[in-house]
């Protein structure tokens, strides 16, 4: 038989399409819908005034997690609008037959870390959440994305959303990374030669030996930022790797299923001379621990380096200079030795184990900097419970360090964990607009290792000079 | 929710000729508690708008009353970043109908038609032709045809076609919407469902 080579993307929203509209998008089938406490109470309203129910309850999981404390989780929510949303999840869910992992269920989380690491997220699906970071679930061969709320009401009463076909592009990069450069580093990397609209209109492919040697906590960091470069999302054809890590999952399946389920994920790769509409290509060498400047994503260059002067950024020059006002960074300064007041290990983005890993590698032996405030989150209590099992709280805790209770936090500042006007915080996050952090809090956008270094030197520090 | 219908939309526009306006900046986070679709418009832009005591900040384009009009015209890669519908419904809600830029964020130009803002895209260069003319006026108007798919300077009479696809269109004209038409194909999917791998 002989066909056209295809992408993995085509073969995974071609096999989701239920109608093609004549100029118009496509109706497309969700397998996995995502919701939390912010995006989806206005989508239940919207049910209740249509009158109409949810189709297929047992494909949606809900989570919370956006404006939840990180503290003291067993008292009640202080914040009344908070508490309200989350127990308006708690009531939509409990009407339609939802499952709910509410604050203080030993499953919840973020959204993004406590689907995977349940087995909900499998390779080949068609996932979507009511969060821009819904991309991250394209490290298992998925194809994920963000919606808005409307879409949500779409999906809870329909299972499918009405979407057109993004435009394809794939990023390789070959070659081994350098000492003390890991996954949050080759995202932030890509942005920065790309910038934070590079990819607006397309889906991408990550390709290469880089993202093929990273285990699946690196390739979600990575898919993650894959909107901050503007694209719909980003994804990784599954593989031994993947397979790995998902046998024995709780929700993976099983027995027969597995094996199944196994000789299909097999067949999630792009043929070989499948056309994509662009094609970028970096060398691993290029990269060192990367870190940013500005007010976007793709502000952000090489540790060791200088801020860019306003000639050599993409960006306007009205816009580049607002950003560095804001941040109160000059053009041409030097980065190391800047002042840290904040750091922020945690988010959808670097929450995951590997991250407490890589965090506790470089402050084991050392204290915390008595300039710097600290907050840890883990991302789910899961990987809470992973951190203390393999004694890394205790390395944590001997360093002056506390770890906090899962939830977003201060990676989009709705609950208190707020960075203070114009204080400064190395974050593991995944956005360093203005106060997206805290209102007037300046964002510096790294690496749970950059963010470590920082913690324990108090200033802007190499991490390579620490390992 | 259907929403109003959209044809022919003529007025004055705002001009906010910054790139990159992400959601965060349209609506903050903090805004985003309520679990209704109402008032978001009061915190449009809300630290742009203003100061941390809650005083205008009067350098900002929504507090000079030069300014009005339901277009808003804004730089490039506008409404990038979260997914928030709430920043289409602040959009909304303050009075805006139309966003013009030289590239919008896929998520935004998605949730923006489903709540019945129609969004613009036209070149960089007609884009610096808009600004330039409310520069010279702030008064002057836009008319923005969705039957003919055009956008127009009337004080030069200088326009632009625009791109939407037909679907959009007919929604966006009538004021149906993605809910109307996915409901009425519900036997399909139950079928689509039925063979589905997951």
């Not at chain 1, 607006?200 to 699946?216: C, K, Q």
């Not at chain 1, 951190?387 to 500042?413: H, M, N, V, W, Y």
């Not at chain 2, 449009?44 to 941390?52: G, K, Q």
């Not at chain 2, 964020?105 to 036209?122: M, S, Y």
């Amino acid at each position: 038989m002989s066909t056209t080579p295809t992408t993995l993307f085509d073969k995974v929203w071609d096999a989701h399409v239920v109608r093609k509209i004549e100029d118009g998008p496509d109706v497309f089938f969700i397998d996995r819908h995502f919701i939390h406490e912010v995006t989806s109470p206005v989508a239940f309203l919207g049910l209740e005034t249509r009158g109409i129910g949810v189709m297929f309850p047992e494909r949606t999981f809900a989570t919370a997690d956006h404006n939840t404390p990180t503290i003291n989780q067993h008292m009640p929510v202080k914040d009344p609008l908070s508490a309200n949303q989350l127990q308006a999840l708690e009531r939509n869910t409990a009407k339609y037959g939802i499952s709910h992992w509410g604050l203080g269920n030993p499953k919840n989380g973020i959204v993004h870390v406590v689907g995977p690491e349940n087995g909900i997220t499998l390779p080949g699906m068609t996932i979507v959440c009511g969060d821009s970071h819904t991309s991250t679930h394209g490290a298992f061969g998925a194809i994920a994305f963000g919606i808005g709320t409307s879409e949500v009401e779409m999906v809870l009463s329909s299972q499918c959303i009405m979407q057109p076909k993004p435009k394809k592009m794939r990023i390789t990069i070959n070659g081994k990374l350098g000492k003390g450069v890991v996954a949050k580093d080759v995202p932030l990397f890509i942005l920065s030669q790309i910038t934070a609209s590079g990819a607006t209109g397309y889906f991408i492919e990550f390709a290469g030996e880089v993202f093929e040697n990273m285990s699946m906590e690196g390739r979600m960091t990575v898919c993650n930022l894959s909107i901050e470069m503007g694209a719909r999302g980003g994804m990784i054809a599954p593989d031994e790797t993947t397979f790995a890590y998902l046998k024995g999952k709780e929700k993976a399946p099983a027995g027969e299923a597995w094996d199944k389920a196994l000789a299909y994920w097999k067949t999630l790769k792009t043929d070989a001379d499948a056309k994509f509409d662009l094609e970028l290509n970096f060398e691993a060498s290029q990269i060192e621990p990367q870190i940013t400047y500005g007010t976007n994503p793709g502000l952000g260059t090489g540790i060791t380096k200088h801020i860019p002067k306003a000639v050599e950024v993409k960006d306007g020059e009205a816009s580049y200079k607002k950003a560095l006002a804001y941040m109160g960074f000059a053009e041409d300064e030097a980065i190391l030795g800047k002042k840290v007041d904040y750091v922020f290990l945690g988010s959808c983005t670097n929450g995951r184990i590997e991250d407490f890993r890589a965090f506790a590698s470089i402050v084991k032996g050392r204290k915390k900097a008595d300039n710097i405030t600290a907050w840890l989150v883990p991302g789910s209590h899961i990987v809470e419970a992973q951190i203390k099992e393999e004694g890394i709280l205790d390395i944590l805790t001997e360093a002056g360090f506390q770890l906090r209770q899962p939830g977003c936090s201060a990676c989009l500042a709705m609950n208190d964990d707020k960075i203070p006007a114009g204080k400064y915080a190395v974050s593991t996050s995944n956005r360093n607009f203005e106060g997206r952090q805290g209102p007037g809090a300046r964002t510096l956008l790294a690496s749970p290792l950059v963010a470590a270094a920082a913690a324990v030197t108090g200033v802007v520090t190499d991490p390579r000079e620490l390992l | 929710m259907a929403y109003d219908k959209f044809n022919i939309l003529r007025s004055s526009a705002v001009p906010l000729p910054i790139e990159n306006v992400d959601t965060d900046q349209i609506i903050p986070a903090r805004f985003l508690k309520a679990t209704e679709r109402k008032g978001f418009g009061d915190n449009l832009f809300r630290d742009w708008r203003y100061n941390a005591d809650d005083t205008p900040k009067q350098d900002f384009v929504l507090n000079n009353p030069i300014y009005s009009g339901k277009i808003l015209v804004g730089g490039k890669n506008f409404g990038s970043g979260s997914s928030r519908e709430h920043a289409a419904w602040a959009i909304y809600d303050y009075g805006f109908r139309c966003v013009v830029s030289s590239f919008f964020a896929d998520i935004f130009k998605n949730n923006a038609i489903n709540v019945g803002i129609l969004p613009v895209t036209v070149s960089p260069e007609f884009l610096d032709k808009i600004f330039k003319a409310i520069e010279a006026d702030p008064k002057a108007e836009l008319e923005v045809s969705l039957p003919d798919q055009t956008i127009t300077i009337l004080a030069t009479g200088e326009n632009e076609s625009f791109v939407i696809n037909g679907y959009k269109k007919h929604n966006l004209l009538n004021g149906y919407d993605d809910i109307d038409y996915l409901q009425s194909m519900k036997e399909e999917i139950k079928s689509f469902a039925a063979a589905s791998k997951y």
